[in-house]
């Protein structure tokens, strides 16, 4: 298969190390930067090009990986014709490519991608195409570098973003908040994190709502009232919301 | 090592199944409810007791496991002098086991232990004795089940459960509110769990501080608009705190 990546930044890298280690063979990687290219394509033996005139044109599928504001222009850039184009965002529709195709599609890999990734992570993979061939294409291909793969239309993967923004983003924050409070009275940050890796373990066999410890559920108000007093105004909003919000559901 | 169990509750079982697998024997474990005893112990061949007055007195530690406003009276009802005597709990003090003796201590477990744990999971534990070869006895003991020991005082371990709460307890209920957003609208909650893991994964080298992403620290109107569109006003205002607090530590 015949794969161009256009972008250059941290899910274009990532996506393209994935290929790579299924043994896809890159066509070509087109983005601005043309340092980031040189650095990152050159140890790879990726073609490469900064110059959209010089776009393969030849490709099976085209996967823009850019910013989400930036989509629908790169793509009406692309110097091709009735060929597959996918962009890789969570919250950005499908329908942004069609201004330039009707073969359009999404190839979202659901995974906190930052800077800071320097081995490929087990991916989720949602994906879309709006012509039959192409999503079995895509399936293939996601499949290839994902053993979870789902079809999910825009309203899905808007869904399944925002409950990883819940599950991931704010659940990082509330490890971030942990993490400065462990700091400040010198203690291990590390000795949590054993228990963090069984409650993620757990979530491959039993629902969360069951697996709910602590003193909100088991209505401790002495632990409450203590662990209210160890903490700042803003804190305390938020540990009182989720406690409620505990005492509610269960 | 002579190691009574005090307790048949979920860390008294999971703790007994440590030191076992860790290849020490248990001489005894002491618990009210003779059934919960029958069942667990006789598999094991643990011998057992469910009569203060029966308690093997030679043993070199004696670890009360039950819940937290029965540690005190527990303690004081065994028939025991000059022993090293411990609890299991985050949030009471070293303090109540010293109306019975000096030799007072504590071996917690940092781990969410819930009835549906069934394996024996990676524990970290804080330990704490009031005298010096107690707590030399307690860490070759912790050692012996854990990679993960630290020494905490009675206000450190306070911190640390506090740290716990947040991080394991909270985030616990992050993924059930999106396990329930999931299930609601058809998609799979599954599909989260790679990113999960990842997550936790790579706490153990970098900070949470380093690796946040998502619509808030982008700044991302357009999709913070769009989420808060799609979630009751509970969740809404746990959306909000999240946004703005990462806003503000960002």
Redesign the interface.
């Known amino acids: 298969m015949k794969i161009v990546i256009i972008g250059s930044g941290n899910v274009a890298q990532v996506l393209t190390k994935a290929f790579l280690q299924a043994g896809h063979s890159i066509t070509q990687m087109m983005a601005r930067n043309l340092d980031v290219l040189v650095n990152f394509c050159e140890p790879l033996a990726i073609p490469y090009t900064n110059d959209f005139s010089q776009v393969d044109t030849s490709a099976d599928v085209y996967i823009i990986a850019v910013s ?1 504001g930036a989509i629908e222009n790169v793509s009406t850039q692309l110097p091709i014709q009735d060929k597959l184009i996918v962009h890789t965002a969570g ?1 950005v529709s499908e329908k942004v490519l069609q201004s330039k195709t009707n073969r359009s599609g999404v190839f979202y890999p ?5 800077k ?1 990734v320097v081995e490929v ?4 993979m ?1 994906i879309h195409a709006a012509e039959e061939n192409d999503l079995q294409l895509l399936l293939d291909l996601a499949k290839s570098i994902s053993e ?1 793969v ?1 079809i ?1 239309n825009d309203e ?1 993967r ?25 700091e400040k ?1 010198k ?18 066999n ?12 088991r209505r ?1 108000a ?2 409450i009232q ?2 209210m007093s ?2 700042n105004d ?1 804190e305390q ?3 009182e ?2 406690t409620l ?2 005492q ?2 269960h």
């Open positions: 989400d919250s659901l995974q906190s991608i930052s800071q992570p087990e991916l989720s949602l979870k789902s999910a899905q808007l869904q399944y973003h925002l409950a990883a923004v819940i599950t991931n983003n704010f659940s990082n924050h509330l490890y971030a908040i942990a993490y400065e409070y462990c009275n203690i291990d940050f590390g000795a949590l994190i054993p228990m963090l890796k069984e409650q993620v373990n757990r979530l491959e039993q629902s969360p709502l069951l697996t709910q410890t602590g003193p909100a559920i401790d002495a632990t203590k662990h160890m903490l803003e909003k938020m540990y919301w989720f919000s505990i509610k559901k």
